[in-house]
């Protein structure tokens, strides 16, 4: 069992608490996955320091340079991939071929980092006066507090440190306590691949110590966050007061649509791995199936069917389809829910238990869980439940399915099958989410396009692709007068002149 350190200013700190807190696998919780330190206030005073003098110098870097430390550190994460993915397996749950992936998006966002150095565009216009050019560039903003949640303990932090740091901006990171051993890699592999001191820094502890001494304090010039949306609210109160810039990836309630048109078969793969991949337990999971009329009957039963064989077990096995959820709390949560979708009058199709047998005896486990009979008004349709729980509502069109679709405050990603395009288009234009697949499940982003959602599900902003570097930086804009005369705008006009 591995002791880990905080890393701040290149090197490996013990907290000045010298408090420590387990890393527990939730597929076997007698294994300790590591220890680390639960950090203080003055542990985040440190990072931050060591991150405002490293922001001095980073800044300078021609970006083009700083994408070249980046790109190593993906070329780094390519050769390690199997042995981060099968750590992230032990640290979370998730199936290795889903931890191999997380780390696949971490590469790619580093590669497209990696470009972005020779990219980072902004704009010439001409000028209303004669002999005068205008033009805008990035610059960064300074230090980051960057701030995670378990589900994706390296894509995720992968596509906010990268982009913060080929911008020029140093980072103090905080990652879910669920999952700091992936995030120690991530740190450690960019200090290898040649990330000056202090320009990443990895502070370990909890939310309510080590986030919010984050949020407060007068030298970070913005917060990213994913998280929920209840923690989302309080950090965009306390940067809001402090006029700050904060980027927020909030929770999502995805429904995937299914019309009478639909290719059924693959309509079926496609909520099989929306509902019960990661155990449910992701931003994008699809936790409502809206089925029209017409299917409704032949397509559940389809369901039912394969969630019934669904292998369940110990995520480091190939055969594995479903891992445990993260923690008792969440599998408390869980459960609560099916009391709560029981209570309400919703059907319990399939599921809806603890799953002990075998080697799951030692794990925080559950069943692939199905619902029907839900109303679009009941909480178990409306509320991010985070687990593999699926609640079908029958609709008897493409209209009615786009009202229950629309019903819920979230608004992440959405799903529609059905093979009639001009039915399709309409969907995407009335369907309100950040991101819509035209059949295809409701997880599956591209680390090269925007992402992320409307309503509660965040405050506008989207990470990935080239709008993460809008996130990370401030436009300059410059004005270049080679006229020798003072030049009005507005005033003056070209003719005087
Ligand atoms: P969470 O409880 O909101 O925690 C997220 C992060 O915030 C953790 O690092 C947590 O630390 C920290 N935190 C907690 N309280 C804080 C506070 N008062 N100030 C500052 N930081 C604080 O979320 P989670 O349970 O880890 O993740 C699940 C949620 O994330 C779901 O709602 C899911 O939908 C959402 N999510 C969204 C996206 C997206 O891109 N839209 C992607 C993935 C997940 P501790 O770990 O120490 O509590
Ligand atoms: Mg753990």
């Known amino acids: 069992m591995t002791e880990y350190k905080n890393i701040i200013n290149g090197k490996e700190v013990e907290s000045i608490s010298k408090r420590r807190f387990e890393n527990r696998n939730p597929a076997n919780w007698e294994e300790v996955v590591g220890i680390f330190p639960k950090s203080t206030r003055e542990d985040v005073e440190e990072a931050i320091q060591a991150a405002k003098k490293a922001y001095q110098k980073w800044r300078f870097v021609p970006a083009p340079k700083r994408a070249e430390i980046l790109r190593k550190a993906a070329e780094i994460m390519i050769e390690r991939k199997e042995d981060l993915a099968r750590l992230m397996t032990r640290e979370m749950g998730k199936i290795l071929k889903e931890t191999r992936g997380d780390v696949q998006e971490g590469i790619d966002t580093g590669l497209y980092a990696g470009g972005e ?36 303990p390296i894509a995720i932090p992968s596509w906010k440190i ?25 740190v450690k592999i960019l200090h ?50 402090n006029l700050k810039r904060c980027s927020l990836e909030l929770g999502g309630k995805n429904g995937q649509i299914v019309l009478e048109d639909a290719d059924l078969k693959l309509a079926l793969e496609g909520v099989i791995w929306g509902a019960f991949g990661t155990t449910g337990q992701r931003c994008t999971a699809t936790s409502r199936l809206i089925l029209v009329e017409a299917v409704y009957d032949e397509f559940l039963a389809m369901v039912k069917e394969r969630a019934s064989r669904i292998i369940i077990g110990n995520g480091l096995r190939e055969e594995t389809e479903m891992g445990p959820l993260i923690n008792e709390a969440q599998r408390n949560t869980v459960h609560s829910y099916v009391e709560i979708g029981k209570g309400e009058g919703a059907e319990l199709y399939y599921g809806g238990e603890i799953y002990q047998e075998g ?8 069943k692939p869980t199905i619902f029907i009979g839900v109303r679009p008004e009941m909480r178990i349709a409306r509320e991010e439940i985070f687990g593999p729980v699926l609640s079908v509502i029958k609709v008897k069109d493409l209209d009615e399915a786009i009202e229950v679709l629309n019903n819920t405050s979230y608004g992440l990603s959405s799903s529609i099958y059905t093979r009639d395009v001009n039915r399709a ?49 401030e436009t300059k804009t410059v004005y270049i007068d080679y006229s020798g005369s003072l030049q009005k705008a507005q005033i003056d006009t070209w003719e005087e002149q």
Not at 211 to 227: N, V
Not at 359 to 366: A, H, Q, R, V
Not at 447 to 466: A, I, M, Q, S
């Open 425 to 473: 288009f309409y969907a995407i234009e009335r369907i309100e989410a950040g991101i819509t697949y035209v059949n295809a499940p409701t997880i599956g982003a591209e680390c090269h396009l925007p992402f992320g959602g409307v309503k509660d599900t965040g405050n506008g902003h989207r990470e990935g692709g080239w709008t993460a570097y809008e996130i990370f930086t």
């Open 162 to 186: 990268f982009p913060a740091l080929l911008t020029g901006n140093t980072v103090v990171f905080k990652p879910a306590t669920d999952t700091p051993a992936s995030a120690y890699e991530l």
């Open 192 to 241: 290898e691949a040649g990330v000056p001191d202090g320009v990443v820094n990895i502070v370990f502890g909890s939310g309510r110590e080590v986030g919010e001494a984050l949020l407060e304090h007068p030298d970070i010039a913005g917060i990213s966050f994913t998280g929920s949306s209840e923690v989302g609210r309080r950090i965009a109160e306390v940067t809001g007061k």
């Open 359 to 366: 080697e799951c005896s030692k794990g925080w486990f559950y």
């Open 117 to 152: 150095g020779r990219r980072l565009f902004g704009r010439t216009t001409p000028s209303e006066l004669n002999n005068k050019i205008c033009y805008t560039y990035h610059q960064p903003l300074g230090v980051w507090g960057i701030i995670s949640p378990w589900n994706f």
